[in-house]
Nanobody, 116 residues
Framework: QVQLVESGGGLVQAGGSLRLSCAAS????????MAWYRQAPGKQRESVAR????????YADSVKGRFTISRDSAKKNTVYLQMNSLKPEDTAVYYC?????????WGQGTQVTVPS
């Protein structure tokens, strides 16, 4: 079993920045993909960014150039989502997800609010 703990959400004004963290523990394996998703009220959960264990990244078009996903160089099972130039439409609950060995795991989510 894998546990994911997210942190770093909060309320920030438009144009501001936040950094989300996700720490994985338990039965973690070196080959994995970690990703951030988000779900706004009344909308489906959507992919925001993902990073492979080899460091390859992908982003949703809506966040390209503003968000950066990365892995901690020392704590390999911790990923970050640096969010800059935040917009009201970025308001959502952000979830961390880990895929490994055919299974996927989700964190509990962290709220990000950008008032309009």
């Amino acid at each position: 079993q894998v546990q994911l703990v997210e942190s770093g959400g909060g309320l920030v004004q438009a144009g501001g920045s936040l950094r989300l963290s996700c720490a994985a523990s338990g039965s973690v394996f070196s080959i994995n993909i970690m990703a951030w998703y988000r779900q706004a009220p009344g909308k489906q959960r959507e992919s925001v960014a993902r990073i492979t264990s080899g460091g390859n990244t992908n982003y949703a078009d809506s966040v390209k150039g503003r968000f950066t996903i990365s892995r901690d160089s020392a704590k390999k099972n911790t990923v970050y989502l640096q969010m800059n130039s935040l917009k009201p439409e970025d308001t959502a609950v952000y979830y961390c997800k880990r895929d490994q060995r055919g299974s996927n795991y989700w964190g509990q989510g962290t709220q990000v609010t950008v008032p309009s």
